[in-house]
């Protein structure tokens, strides 16, 4: 079965650092591109950043320069290390997995709230 | 950037009835159109697929149409437990974007 169970999040204040962990079972992440999409309170879904099986990484532009997706194969985890967060990164974070490399997302873990706030 | 824009914002519908969502790209996204449900306080969950696609596991009350700008999903016959928000992603063309979502209520 598949399952993906992100922890790490908290309360933060603004300039502030926080390392998100997304462990997952039931399938092999670095054969993945794995993903992790933000959910701002109230709001809808906005992709954050993907980590492909190949490792090229990207990310949103509202994130660039300042988070860093990578994973630990030998842990099969995937992580977000996210530094001079602001209170617009406040968000629950989904790690999500797309099998196919198309930005389809077929399993999402249950999600890690992040609170950005002084 | 592809925008996705779903109607109505909000949907109140009766136990038994039909809902139908509305999703329109703002430019053509072919048949690479997905919706995912949302129930408060858990994970997205991939429904439909390929625009009309059920994903493992997804009730055949659920059926997705159209293709190009502009597309629907039907819930035929709702469920307590289809209670939910109601996202439409285009992955189309990198990142993939999303609508901003419909929430189907109980009338």
């Known amino acids: 079965e598949v399952q993906l169970v992100e922890s790490g999040g908290g309360l933060v204040q603004p300039g502030g650092s926080l390392r998100l962990s997304c462990a997952a079972s039931?399938?092999?992440?670095?054969?993945?591109?794995m993903n992790w999409v933000r959910q701002a309170p109230g709001k809808g879904l906005e992709w954050v950043s993907v980590?492909?099986?190949?490792?090229?990484?990207y990310y949103a532009d509202s994130v660039k320069g300042r988070f860093t997706i990578s994973r630990d194969n030998s842990k099969n985890t995937l992580f977000l290390q996210m530094n001079s967060l602001r209170a617009e990164d406040t968000a629950v974070y989904y790690c999500?997995?797309?099998?196919?490399?198309?930005?389809?997302?077929?399993?999402w873990g249950q999600g890690t709230l992040v609170t950005v706030s002084s | 950037e592809i925008v996705m824009t779903q109607s109505p914002a909000t949907l109140s519908v009766s136990p038994g009835e039909r809902a139908t969502l509305s999703c329109r790209a703002s430019?053509?996204?072919?048949?690479?159109l997905a919706w995912y449900q949302q129930k408060p306080g858990q994970a997205p969950r991939l429904l439909i697929y390929?625009?009309?696609t059920r994903a493992t596991g997804i009730p055949a009350r659920f059926s997705g149409s159209g293709s190009g700008t502009e597309f629907t999903l039907t819930i035929s016959s709702l469920q307590s437990e289809d209670f939910a928000v109601y996202y439409c992603?285009?992955?189309?063309?990198?990142?993939?974007?999303f609508g901003q979502g419909t929430k189907v209520e109980i009338k």
């Open positions: 980590l492909y099986s190949d490792g090229s990484t």
């Open positions: 992603q285009q992955y189309n063309n990198w990142p993939g974007t």
């Open positions: 430019q053509s996204v072919r048949s690479n």
């Open positions: 999500a997995r797309d099998s196919g490399g198309t930005c389809l997302y077929d399993y």
């Open positions: 390929g625009a009309s």
């Open positions: 039931g399938f092999t992440v670095s054969s993945n591109f």
